[in-house]
């Protein structure tokens, strides 16, 4: 996986490395610095808020809690799977999406984006009509097989899936769309198969959008929570995950769910970073 | 050129100043009396479990008092607590519980003492027809029968908890919904044979699901408490609704609903 192709191939960047030192000399236009300080406020204010009203003197014993770490780990594992099953499912369809010609192809882009307007509580009913006890498929996975989705890790899984999966598609698809074609013609005049060919000349090309799309659709995942609770339940240790833990804590205990909130927030942005570090900036 | 971009920035940043301003003059209920009688907006908070009882009510309270509008947030009532406690606009709190209630009252945001106003309690919640044959609490934990509760941190949860230890009953539920509406609509998709829940739920959802009295729901009732809320914007309209509530035609409703006189 060389990720520096790119820069010959003309990728777009999700995240521009030196172009600071190039406009440093100008000055930045006041119409977009003011609006862009208001939008950063906007964006941290209410996190700053999070900080301010935590509650900092208990924070240790709340850490301690043990049900905080089994729900941390249920996020971490679970967003991870949804993850990899967007990656092995949206990478394919993104590329069909991207360089195959087929009729109807608008209608299914339209699609799979359905996930992204509907409502989360929405997509989890209907994840439930089609793979629960009484679901089109759920009936028969369950009567076969004696297998059944709702109320398992799975679950979780699978609806984390369903509604992340669109973020990995539009990001790995804008990539492809992006990407010089004359490379994938280059190694077809010389004799390599489309398999071949995406496999040794567009993945790597692409490989910074499947990074930017995986990190999308990984952090949607984490933070899911309608069509958790409506399709996986609530039962700790087996699907109850952060943000579900941190809305039943604010039932009883609005310092609780901040508390949670936070610890969600500081290992989710840690791990982003360290990630874009090492696979999205070239060093 | 930079004069001109500075200016388009700033008539920007003005209008969204001033939209921003805009929203706090909307005062909304004035509640002073024009002809003896409440009148302007009654905003509600109300508990889940409350919804269709007081939507008639809130219809009923609008007929007997020409010039009022009632508006209802129904949701759980540790969270319609939380709003409250955080200053959400609201006149009227009824809660599922006293515990919640006292949340509201210790942060000093209601007035006087919350009267309960009706009791609920639980039922076993089965699909039409109960396919598992549920009796009793106990049929609950054979092996086969996927129960759903509602989270101890919300009051049908704390009431299903006390029920189950009257009872003697240990039971694995497959899932902790965060409210009794949750717990319902598992048991009406058929996802799970049984759930907890209020006899006013299943009761407004008898064509999906049938309530299964049990002795030991008579240990674990909920009382309701109401209350006029400190900062309520409309201070008449409030007590109006509240003693509406309160009154013989207040009661028939949530009577017919299926509550229980305190």
């Not at chain 2, 408490?225 to 009154?247: C, D, E, H, M, R």
Request: hydrophobic share 50%; proline share 7%.
């Amino acid at each position: 996986m060389t990720l520096d192709s790119d820069e010959h191939a003309g990728v777009v960047r999700p995240d521009p490395v030196t172009p600071s030192r190039r406009s440093r000399h100008r000055r930045v236009p006041v119409a977009l610095l003011i609006p862009a300080g208001l939008g950063l406020a906007f964006l941290v204010l209410p996190l700053a808020g999070l900080l301010i009203r935590a509650p900092w003197t208990t924070l240790p014993q709340r850490l301690t809690e043990p049900g905080v770490l089994t729900a941390l780990r249920l996020s971490l594992q679970t967003a991870t799977l949804a993850t990899l099953l967007c990656l092995a499912l949206g990478v394919p369809l993104a590329w069909l999406l991207a360089r195959v010609e087929f009729p109807g192809r608008r209608i299914v882009r339209a699609l799979v984006t359905v996930p992204l307007v509907l409502p989360p509580v929405v997509g989890g009913i209907a994840l439930l009509l089609v793979f629960g006890r009484r679901g089109i498929l759920g009936g028969w996975l369950d009567q076969a097989f004696g297998i059944t989705l709702p109320f398992t890790t799975t679950g979780v899984v699978i609806a984390e899936a369903f509604v992340a999966m669109p973020f990995l598609i539009i990001a790995v698809e804008g990539a492809l769309r992006g990407a010089d074609t004359r490379y994938e013609e280059a190694a077809a005049t010389l004799g390599a198969r489309r398999w071949t060919t995406f496999t040794h000349v567009t993945l790597p090309l692409v490989a910074p959008g499947i990074a930017a799309g995986a990190v999308l659709c990984w952090a949607r995942a984490l933070g899911e929570f309608g069509a958790t609770i409506t399709f996986a339940g609530n039962f700790p240790g087996r699907t109850q995950t952060m943000p579900l833990a941190v809305y039943l804590a604010l039932e009883t205990d609005l310092d609780a769910a901040i508390v949670l909130s936070l610890i969600l927030l500081v290992v989710s942005v840690t791990i982003l970073a360290a990630l874009r570090d090492k696979w999205i900036t070239s060093p | 050129m930079r004069i001109r971009n500075a200016l388009v920035a700033l008539t920007v940043s003005g209008l969204l100043v001033l939209t921003g301003c805009g929203d706090s003059s909307d005062g909304g209920a004035t509640g002073t009396p024009a002809g003896g009688g409440p009148s302007g907006a009654v905003t509600v908070f109300a508990a889940a479990s409350l919804t269709e009882s007081f939507t008639t009510i809130g219809k009923d309270f609008e007929t007997v008092n020409p010039g009022t509008k009632v508006t209802f947030n129904f949701a759980g009532s540790a969270a319609l607590a939380t709003q409250i406690n955080q200053g959400a606009p609201a006149d009227v709190f009824a809660s599922a519980s006293p515990t919640t209630m006292k949340t509201v009252t210790d942060a000093g945001n209601g007035t006087g003492t919350p009267a309960t106003f009706v009791r609920n309690q639980l039922v076993i919640a089965v699909p039409k027809g109960n396919p598992k044959g549920v009796k009793a609490l106990a049929d609950l934990t054979s092996p086969g029968v996927k129960v759903a509760l509602c989270a101890e941190q919300v009051p049908c949860g704390a009431a299903a908890t006390k029920a189950l230890a009257a009872a003697g009953v240990k039971l694995t539920p497959v899932t902790l919904e965060q409210d009794v509406k949750g717990a319902l609509s598992k048991v009406k998709l058929g996802e799970v044979d049984a759930a907890l829940v209020y006899r006013t739920d299943a009761k407004a959802s008898a064509a999906d699901v049938d309530g299964i009295e049990f002795p030991e729901s008579a240990k674990a009732i909920n009382d309701y408490p109401i209350t006029v809320l400190k900062n309520a914007p409309n201070q008449a309209g409030a007590q109006a609704f509240v003693a509406y509530v309160q009154s013989e035609q207040g009661k028939a409703v949530l009577t017919a609903a299926g509550f229980q006189a305190p």
